[in-house]
């Protein structure tokens, strides 16, 4: 016999007889993989129970007292919410991403002590690091998925649908750290993705609707750069649209994934086909470097950033381009009204970042903290409904009226129906948050007269 | 033709730069047959030492550069002495895969030290009346690449200048000549391993402040720029100092055409070389020259003896 | 068997630059002759068996192997003729033992691909089994039994011309290119080597072409020697003829 | 005949892999330990384990063109690239942005080899041609050419920043997904995955040990060491370059295929410089050109960041004391491990475990 199959042979009855040996071992472990789908999405959830059913990542030992350096402020007598995160630590947001896990943990910190969520304090397990990329995003997903009830926050909008598969098997349903239209239908999130703010095509056209009515340039020619299948190909269908509407011409559009957004060749771009606006849906580092670029070469046209474009340290003094980000050409769409804004939500939100001892007023804070909201409102849905299993929360997912204390408009989840109300800010190194609010929930002729109620614009 | 010159300019400003790391390259590999991979890390320490005197410390910029400078020809030295000089006589491959090692050592400090915050360099050339930039006939020059054409200019005129006149000079070129016979002129070998190394760093400080000054930034990414004197080192010949010149000038023309032409050409052509296309260019020419001529345009072919 | 074939340069001229290595040889070595080459050092001994193993190609003429024209020919394929050689500086392979050198000169004789490397099929093992078998007569033949699994790099000078030797005969050749086979070495490995050489040529039955400057030995043991000086061959003769031929004597003198 | 190492008592004996009963039963007690271990450790350790297989069989893969012919390969990345996305393009799922087949394992994952090999001999007209730092430079610009193309074949790759989903795991028709229940047995994916790794582990080990006490191996190891006396023994350089290549390229296709199956998805970001050259300093630190070497380096290379760990808990050192997190600490060691075995062991840790067995060989009696 030859020597290779005589080995495979005692390989494969070494094998076999391991596996017979251990068979008895691993037995237990069948109940707790075995997917338990939900039947309908529709059938009602809010109906008021006296026991709570609890699943994979709700235990009935408190949480930690601090996780990531921050106090989850957890009830010692009550049990525990597991949420996971999958953040950007490394890659393109990396220098947003602890300021969007600041905001998160301290909400949750307010939402404990203020109550819980019934029986359950809430904590955010130890981040994840994906580094904006989609495959480490599901080895994070992967690392998460058995100790978590949901997800706090799924940075990226490729990365999420990257995931979508998995958390559909496992009934996860996650906050997005992203605008895409597809959030808000059935046909794209299955109902999984928990959106908040307006979606980045709204923005677009809001950007577009805004210029045209409130700059005091004429705007004409227009050109449009972004991460593609990120929120740069939302923003430019929105941008489209409403240029389409308005007559604008679109001298070029520069659509490429973050990876390999080259800025020589986006400011090449500017260069030999100069625009009076451009509409940016890029990463922070990239921005700057392409306004930086482009004034090098004596260009400063009108720029409608979307809102991850911008982070508030560009009008810092002693940033390099301080000036030409409080020079009145560049504006943003923001997620959520800025720090300052004279809302309950924001109030409370405030009091609680005071009482950590975090003065910063960064948006990305904000932003963090009103991802929650939403989420919160889902976990009290599920908590009242008896089922904290990740099926139940699914199940309370599907239709619930949620409310964010005035941050964001109030509305109901599960619609198929995307929030068109946007807002519209300058940088402004006076302000603490580093941008001023121009125009708050504001929806222009075109985003007001588009339907959509017909589906994602990408 | 404005947008041509434009073009060229940019063009010719990264050929500057790449110069600046190739000649780098060209004097170890001359002097050591080492193909040394930490030449684009030296580059962004560089660099980073310049930042964090003229920026975090508060030293005027001048100062600072100059400190820079001489601080990573230092730092070169002492991979040498520490590092390379035990490896003397090691296969070629060895030595290569020490380098990456080195390169990795660097950049790990370096890229901690940077973190996710872009760094600047504080240099004036930003805040210089039009944002630092001088305008000839509709064509605009940044302050910062004319910079770059002029030091790397100077600084090859400096180097034949030495190599021609001064002792250690000649002892260089003797020494990659015929390393035996040198030693046996009496010229130490081991300080002029060490001087290489010191020159390739000082060379390399330039080319790290020349990539991410002004708006340009340090980031953990920068070193890749660095990198792409690679391709202009194997153009020109491993061993060929006016070789890595003309490679530098190639790769940066070619990578200043591709930007500004790239999506003019394809909407012309209907096909699309693909996004990114700038950064690969460089490497495709690599290629294909090395098919034609294995030793680069200028590189003298090895014989074989039995 | 294969034939024995004959080797014949014909007007071969040899130029690198400006400089001429060979200038216009032509010689035959017959089948089964121990044929020698002489000359003092850069006469261009090394560079004539360079043009029959094929590394470098003649400027002019052409070398003939029987009726293939192996001038034209990849060294590989020169030895895939059945011509085997040694070097001058010794070029074994460092990092292996001498089992395994030897093992490489039997690689011609194996009949069997990587991907049946791979799998070590039954075919490989047959295969495998008679090399080794073939490698252990050749270490018995020269005698170097107790340095089978030591490397090379901690043999002694002698030991490793003589395993230079053994894997150029692995290769079952039917002509021996032999490069200074008795270069550096004291009086008594001498003997041992031409006592080898003898061996080789009569009860092998092989053709030798060997290069040397150690006159003594080249005269004890050949049968038809060359002189070469500076490129240019001076005579061509039996030994007894060559010692006395006045322009050999001449140019030894002249140069050493 | 015990204890008497080199006493060969025929030639088959001498010339098969396992020399004598006791590295038989050595072999056999490490391939049952690694065997039961998927079913006692945690999945965490599991996934180190199955991950150190598969960089262990890419490693071996490098080794066959690098360690053992001599020619340098910075792009071994770029063929692990191939075989993943082949894997993925016959064994995935078709979506709207990319193409797939979902057909079996025991098509994708010999198929991803395959593709990968046939890259490589299509690329070897170029690479046998040229030696030493050439090579090695060409093999860099196929890093950046093979990055840029995986970045824009988006039918294929999905594209870059979004990458796309691997195959599925089926074997012989039966849907591994949700693991598999055998009788009272029931397996996870990943134990599943583990157990495919470690087989196709064992027989990649078996085929390079194959390879080095064959026609083949030697005859690389003699183009390595010198390249023209090599040619003088009748060995055609081209070829061997070429198969070597080619062999190298299989492996490493057949680990890519595993590797994105593991991780669950692929995105062209991953087959960086950086990626390739890991691979070059994990077949250096294991021990360039020996069997066990690239094993060694890929276990040491998946458990180092947990032995950091390790001793920093042990000598009570906060994650936060340290000037560098600890990504960057394992980075900064890796780096100076490649220059420190370079320096001092250039055999790497095969070198060291080679001193050690000798030593306990001799054990009591010091020579």
Not at chain 1, 190 to 198: C, M, N
Not at chain 2, 36 to 55: D, E, K, R, T
Not at chain 2, 285 to 306: N, Q, S
């Amino acid at each position: 016999m030859k020597p290779l199959r005589k080995q495979g042979i005692i390989l494969f009855t070494v094998l076999a007889l391991v596996l017979v040996a251990c068979g008895g071992a691993a037995e237990e472990t069948v109940e707790e993989t075995t997917p338990e789908v939900v039947e309908s999405l529709e059938s009602p959830a809010v109906t008021t129970a006296s026991t709570v059913d609890t699943g994979v990542g709700v235990t009935a030992e408190a949480c930690p007292e601090a996780i990531g350096g921050i106090p989850t402020g957890a009830d010692p007598t009550k049990g525990c919410i597991y949420l996971g995160l999958l953040n950007d630590y490394t890659g393109p947001y990396g220098p947003l991403g602890p300021a969007l896990e600041t905001g998160q943990r301290a909400f949750w910190l307010w939402a404990n002590q203020t109550g819980g969520v019934g029986d359950y304090s809430v904590a955010i397990v130890e981040g994840f690091d994906t580094g904006y990329n989609p495959q480490k995003h599901l080895e994070g997903y992967n690392a998460q998925r058995d100790s978590v009830a949901a997800i706090a926050m799924s940075l990226g909008t490729p990365q999420t649908l990257f995931i979508l598969d998995n958390m559909d098997a496992d009934n996860m349903i996650a906050a997005p750290m992203s605008w895409y239209s597809g959030w808000s239908y059935k046909s794209v999130d299955k109902g999984l993705v928990i959106e908040f703010g307006s979606a980045y095509c709204a923005d677009g056209m809001n950007a577009v609707d805004w210029a045209l009515a409130n700059y005091p340039v004429e705007v004409k020619t227009i050109g449009i750069m972004g991460y593609a299948g990120d929120y740069g190909g939302d923003y430019a269908k929105g941008v489209t649209a409403a240029a389409e509407a308005n007559g604008l011409t679109v001298a070029w559009e520069y659509i490429v994934p973050s990876p390999e957004f080259d800025v020589a060749q986006a400011v090449g771009l500017m260069v030999t086909k100069p625009v009076d606006a451009y509409f940016p849906a890029i990463g922070p580092t990239h921005m700057a470097q392409v306004a930086g670029g482009a004034l090098q070469q004596g260009l400063m046209p009108l720029s409608m950033m979307a809102a991850p474009s911008f982070n508030d340290a560009f009008v810092r003094e002693g940033f390099a381009l301080e000036q030409l980000f409080n020079s009145g050409s560049m504006y943003l769409m923001a997620f959520v009204a800025p720090y300052e804004a004279e809302t309950t939500g924001h109030g409370v939100m405030r009091a609680t970042l005071t009482s950590m001892g975090i003065d910063s007023a960064n948006t990305f804070i904000v932003a963090g903290w009103a991802s929650q909201h939403h989420l919160k409102g889902v976990l009290e849905a599920a908590n009242k409904g008896g089922d904290l299993s990740r099926a139940g929360i699914r199940r309370a997912a599907g239709s619930v009226y949620v409310d964010s204390d005035g941050m964001m408009p109030t509305r109901e989840l599960g619609q198929n129906r995307a929030d068109a109300e946007s807002f519209v800010a300058v940088p402004d190194g006076t302000i603490a948050s580093g941008v001023r609010l121009l125009a708050g929930n504001y929806v222009g002729p075109s985003a007001g007269g588009y339907d959509w109620e017909s589906g994602p614009c990408s | 033709m404005i947008i041509f010159l434009q073009a060229t300019v940019e063009g010719l400003s990264l050929a500057a730069i790449y110069s600046l790391v190739a000649i780098g390259f060209v004097l170890i590999y001359k002097a050591m047959e080492v193909l040394s991979f930490a030449q684009p890390a030296l580059a962004v320490v560089g660099a980073g030492i310049i930042s964090s005197l003229a920026v975090d410390r508060g030293i005027p910029f001048w100062l600072a550069l100059f400190l820079g400078v001489i601080l990573t020809g230092i730092l070169g030295l002492l991979i040498e002495r520490t590092f390379l000089r035990p490896m003397v006589g090691e296969p070629v491959f060895s030595v290569a895969v020490l380098t990456i090692g080195i390169d990795i050592l660097l950049r790990t400090v370096l890229d901690s030290w940077i973190g996710i915050n872009p760094k600047y360099m504080g240099d004036p050339f930003p805040t210089f009346g039009n944002f630092g930039a001088v305008n000839i006939g509709g064509v605009n020059i940044k302050y910062l690449e004319l910079a770059a054409l002029i030091t790397a200019i100077i600084l090859i005129i400096i180097l034949s200048i030495f190599f021609r006149k001064s002792k250690y000079g000649i002892a260089m070129r003797a020494t990659s000549y015929d390393q035996e016979a040198a030693m046996a002129q009496g010229i130490n070998v081991g300080r002029i391993f060490g001087l290489v190394w010191m020159i390739a760093g000082i060379l390399a400080a330039f080319a790290g402040f020349f990539i991410t000054g002004g708006f340009n930034t340090l980031s953990q990414f920068s070193f890749i720029s660095a990198l792409r004197a690679l391709p202009a080192v194997v153009i020109g010949g491993l061993d060929s100092i006016p070789g890595a010149v003309v490679g530098s000038v190639i790769i940066g023309l070619t990578q200043g055409y591709v930007a500004y032409y790239q999506l003019t050409f394809e909407s012309f052509v209907g096909f699309s070389f693909g996004n990114g296309f700038s950064v690969v260019a460089p490497y495709i020419i690599m290629f294909v020259i090395l098919i034609f001529k294995p030793d680069g345009l200028f590189g003298t072919e090895e014989v074989e003896r039995v | 068997m294969v034939v024995i074939e004959s080797l014949k340069f014909n007007n071969v001229t040899l130029k690198f630059g400006g400089i001429t290595a060979l200038n216009d040889i032509s010689f035959e070595v017959k089948p089964k002759k121990l044929y020698s080459i002489i000359g003092p050092n850069g006469a261009g001994k090394t560079s004539i068996f360079n043009c029959i193993s094929g590394i470098y190609r003649p400027t002019t003429g052409t070398v003939k192997y029987g009726d293939n024209n192996i001038n034209e020919l990849r060294p590989d394929e020169v030895a895939s003729l059945g011509i085997a050689r040694t070097f001058q500086n010794i070029e074994l392979f460092e990092n292996m033992t001498v089992l395994d050198n030897i093992l490489i000169g039997c690689h011609r004789q194996l009949n069997y691909g990587p991907i049946s490397s791979l799998l070590y099929s039954k075919k490989v093992k047959k295969n495998e089994i008679q090399a080794r078998k073939n490698a252990e007569e050749i270490i018995d033949f020269l005698e170097i039994e107790q340095f089978r699994y030591s490397y090379i790099m901690s043999l002694p000078y002698g030991v490793q011309k003589r395993v230079e030797l053994g894997r150029a005969l692995a290769m079952n050749p039917d002509m021996l290119l032999l490069d200074e086979p008795a270069a550096g070495m004291n009086n008594e490995e001498t003997e041992d080597i031409a006592r080898f050489i003898i061996d080789i040529h009569e009860e092998m039955k092989k053709t030798i072409i060997m290069v040397d400057h150690d006159m003594n030995m080249v005269m004890d043991i050949a049968e038809e020697v060359m002189v070469l000086n500076f490129g240019e061959k001076l005579a061509e003769g039996v030994p007894a003829e060559i010692v006395k031929d006045k322009k050999v004597i001449d140019a030894y003198l002249g140069v050493s | 005949m015990r204890g008497r190492p080199n006493l060969y008592t025929d030639y088959q004996k001498e010339s098969s892999i396992f020399s004598n009963n006791t590295q038989k039963s050595w072999f056999g007690i490490l391939v049952t330990l690694s065997v039961a271990f998927c079913f006692l450790a945690s999945d965490y350790w599991i996934l180190l384990l199955t991950t150190s297989f598969l960089i262990a069989i890419a490693g071996w893969g490098l080794n066959i063109v690098s360690g053992l012919a001599g020619q340098i390969n910075l792009a071994h990345g770029v063929f692990i690239g191939v075989g993943a996305y082949a894997s993925a393009v016959i064994g995935g799922v078709a979506t709207s942005s990319v193409i797939g087949f979902e057909l079996d394992m025991i098509f994708w994952l010999p198929l991803a080899g395959v593709a990968a090999a046939i890259v490589g001999l299509i690329i070897a007209p170029i690479t046998v041609k040229l030696k030493g730092l050439n090579l090695a430079l060409v093999t860099l610009a196929l890093v950046f050419i093979g990055s840029h193309l995986f970045s824009n074949f988006k039918s294929v790759t999905g594209g870059a920043g979004l990458g796309r989903k691997v195959a599925t795991l089926k074997l012989f028709g039966v849907n591994l997904e949700r693991g598999i229940e055998i009788g009272t047995l029931y397996l996870q994916k990943n134990q599943i995955l583990y157990l495919v790794c470690l087989l196709t582990c064992i027989f990649a080990g078996l085929g390079v040990k194959n390879l080095v006490r064959s026609k083949a191996g030697r005859a690389y190891s003699a183009i390595r060491d010198g390249d023209i006396a090599a040619e003088a023994l009748g060995i055609n350089i081209f070829r061997h370059k070429a198969s070597a290549f080619a062999l190298s390229s299989f492996y490493g296709g057949i680990s890519g295929a595993l590797f994105f199956t593991v991780s669950g998805g692929v995105e062209p970001g991953t087959f960086s410089l950086l990626y390739s050259i890991t691979f070059v300093a994990i077949v250096v630190i294991g021990g360039a050109g020996t069997v066990l070497g690239p094993l060694f380096g890929a276990l040491f290379y998946t458990l180092f960041p947990a032995l950091i760990q390790f001793f920093l808990h042990i000598f009570e050192i906060g994650e936060s004391s340290l000037p560098l997190n600890l990504g960057q600490l394992e980075r900064l060691l890796f780096g100076l491990f490649i220059i420190l075995f370079l320096i001092f062991e250039p055999r790497g840790l095969w070198g060291i475990w080679f001193r050690l067995r000798n030593y306990f060989k001799a054990w009591p009696f010091s020579y």
